[in-house]
């Protein structure tokens, strides 16, 4: 009798030894499975290529970061690619704070963003298409619903280096936080979504602040949004490149305030130069 306990013990602490083992041995490997899927995903996009060049799993918290990744876009009969997004470090996570409200979403952080909206020579729809692929690579990367999305120190390009003068205007120093995406929290308020959003635009400022129903059936929002200080003389290429006018001094400022319900819109817009 003792004999058979002994060996059942024994068995016991083998399968257990070995499950271990093994559950060690899949978290080693876990990042470069990962890392191989993602850059796999990421090269057979259509009229895009991205690469990933690390990744690190926190299973404690149920999250993985993404380094140094990019995605350039893809002409598909010369092959050339144009830079379109590169980020240093996007941290993807389950949200915990939301499984107490019942629901599994996620969150995503990105530190160091820079998305480049550039111009073909015949496409003029390409910031509206771009965003949408952009929004499409997201969804490979985060399985789960978007609750909370974070911005830090992000910049936004806009290209044309057709233009005459080439254009390439920017803001930087972008921090964005969008909470309660897919309505976790609040559920009884008419619009319990909030995006705020500050960054600098030449010397200027820009502060926007809204609060939304990304579920509603019909657009509902409420956006105000400003504009402070921006200098004019270092957007001189903009201005002669599309307004054919050349500006020495001066300073540029916007006020806007927009809502929607129901489909309708009611809003307006203050500039100031």
Sequence with gaps: MAKKTLHRSRTFYIVIGS???VLIIFRLLLPTILLNY?????????GYYGHVQDIDVA?????????????NKEDSSTKKQTPFFNVKMLDISLQWKALFHGRLV???????PKLIFT???TEISDVKKDTTSFKTVLKDFMPLKINRFEVND???HYVDAGAKPAVDIFLQQARILAKNLTNVENNKIALPSTVTANATIYEGTLSLNMKMNPLAEKTAFDLTAEIKNVNLAKLNDFLKAYGGVDVNKGNFGLYTEFAAKDGKYIG????FI
């Design 19 to 21: 499950i271990v083992i």
């Design 38 to 46: 993602c850059n796999k995903s990421l090269s057979k996009m259509h």
């Design 59 to 71: 299973l404690y918290r149920g999250a993985y970061q993404v380094k140094e990744m990019y995605i």
């Design 106 to 112: 996620g969150e995503l952080i990105f530190n160091s």
């Design 119 to 121: 111009k073909d020579k």
């Design 154 to 156: 992000g910049s936004i």
């Design 268 to 271: 307006y817009v203050k500039p």
